[in-house]
């Protein structure tokens, strides 16, 4: 009888280990499924914010010159819409947006909605034909060069010399934009984010700007001239900002890469 009581008993541990060990596994195949769903789910995400940042969005409201109604469209969506930004030969072709302060936009697409990609904007301080001495537009620097993710491209050489021109469009009228300069500085440096820069205090901006620059070209630049600055963030150091700094102008440039004469 004992024997048999031993048996029973053993019998009983083997069954209660197994389904034990049975369920230790069903609950590490749970939390390695949730884990995968999880992380299915933030790589899917993800994806979204890519593909809602990426230009090609908003390339059916871009201005032409023989069609400005589709870009009406996008300002009737969100009348805070007011421009147009094309660097040639990058992936920046975005509308321009201004808020009352510059926190909206962080976070609020083009057409005003939600979205943790924001848009492009204008520092709230300047005015939007970028009259004023200097200009500052922002936006997140977001992997596969979304929004104004490829600035930090400038800092090679001949990547600086080939990509030398934009255009700029506002009012119902298209500007150049001539690149000059390249620069990384501290989010905090108020002497470079100096949208307040009187006319006859661009000379001497001026020269601040070349003191910082990690690619620039010579060019002479006058207390009349009007400068636009292309902020975002750099991923080299805590604070620290990629500027491209061009010069607003009347003559209007050719998209030599759109045309197939430049690689």
Same mark, same amino acid.
């Given at each position: ?20 060990? *049975? ?26 914010? +890519?593909?809602?940042? #990426?230009?090609?969005? +908003?390339?059916? +409201? ?10 009406? =469209?996008?300002? $009737? ?5 007011? *421009? ?7 992936? @920046?072709? +975005?509308?321009?947006?201004? *808020?009352?302060? &510059? =926190? ?5 697409? $083009? ?8 848009? @492009?904007?204008?520092?709230?301080? &300047?005015?939007? #034909? ?6 500052i537009l922002y936006g997140h620097d977001m992997v596969e060069k979304k929004m104004f993710g490829g600035l930090a491209d400038f800092a090679d050489e001949a990547y600086f010399q080939s990509h030398r021109y934009g255009n700029l469009f506002s009012g119902g009228q298209n500007y150049g934009v001539e690149f000059l300069v390249y ?5 905090? #440096? ?13 000379? #001497?901006?001026?020269?601040? @700007?070349?003191?910082? $620059?990690?690619?620039?070209?010579? $060019? ?7 400068? @636009? ?35």
């Amino acid at each position: 009888m004992r024997q048999e009581r031993d048996s029973g008993m053993r019998r009983t541990v083997h069954l209660a280990v197994k389904l034990a060990d *049975g369920a230790v596994s069903l609950t590490i195949l749970g939390i390695f499924l949730a884990m995968m769903s999880y992380g299915c789910y933030m790589l899917w995400d993800a994806r979204q914010i +890519y593909a809602i940042a #990426d230009a090609s969005v +908003y390339t059916v +409201y871009r201005p032409a010159p023989d069609d400005t109604e589709s870009f009406a =469209e996008l300002q $009737a969506i969100n009348p805070e819409v007011f *421009g147009w930004l094309t660097v040639y030969g990058t992936s @920046i072709d +975005y509308p321009l947006t201004q *808020g009352e302060d &510059n =926190e909206k936009y962080v976070n609020t697409d $083009a057409k005003g909605e939600y979205s943790l990609s924001g848009s @492009i904007f204008l520092d709230s301080r &300047n005015q939007q #034909d970028f009259s004023d001495s200097v200009s500052i537009l922002y936006g997140h620097d977001m992997v596969e060069k979304k929004m104004f993710g490829g600035l930090a491209d400038f800092a090679d050489e001949a990547y600086f010399q080939s990509h030398r021109y934009g255009n700029l469009f506002s009012g119902g009228q298209n500007y150049g934009v001539e690149f000059l300069v390249y620069l990384e500085t501290d989010a905090y #440096d108020t002497c470079v984010y100096a949208p307040d820069t009187a006319d006859e205090e661009l000379p #001497d901006y001026v020269r601040r @700007i070349y003191e910082l $620059a990690v690619r620039s070209r010579q $060019a002479v630049v006058s207390e009349n001239d009007h400068l @636009i600055l292309l902020s975002t963030c750099s991923a080299e150091r805590t604070n620290g900002r990629c500027i491209l700094v061009g010069r607003v102008t009347e003559e209007t440039w050719p998209d030599l890469f759109s045309e197939g004469e430049e690689e």
